[in-house]
């Protein structure tokens, strides 16, 4: 059996903090967060786009950019908007999230910009 790995994240480190699964991994490429649309939209969940400054990224609510995309298909689209918001706000984590309308929460969540930490 292997030994459990700790992740170097701590409070006092801004840059090792980690905030959603994918985190955890490098960053993906683009080709990569593509993917991860294409995932979204197969699954039939509603992409929506948020945005939030990496010092409040763990501890208070990310804010909405714009409304949720409901019914959105287009990738080229759900990704200009994101592309969009970080043009907007070239500090903060951008993060795509896909809402399931059956069970009523967050399918996925990825951050698909990462905001400079201080």
């Excluded at 593509?34 to 509603?46: A, P």
């Excluded at 992409?47 to 501890?59: Q, S, Y």
Aim: with cysteine; proline share 5%; hydrophobic share 35%.
């Amino acid at each position: 059996m292997s030994e459990v790995q700790d992740y170097q994240s701590r409070l006092s480190d801004p840059a090792s903090r980690k905030f959603e699964t994918l985190s955890y991994l490098p960053a993906l490429t683009a080709a990569q967060i593509r993917h991860q649309v294409e995932y979204i939209v197969s699954k039939g969940w509603n992409p929506a786009i948020e945005h939030t400054e990496p010092e409040n990224a763990f501890d208070h609510y990310w804010y909405m950019w714009k409304l949720p995309m409901f019914g959105e298909t287009d990738v080229d689209r759900i990704l200009k908007e994101a592309e969009a918001c970080h043009k907007a706000n070239p500090h903060n984590h951008v993060r795509l999230v896909g809402y399931d309308n059956y069970k009523q929460s967050q399918g996925a969540a990825l951050v698909v910009y990462r905001g400079k930490t201080v």
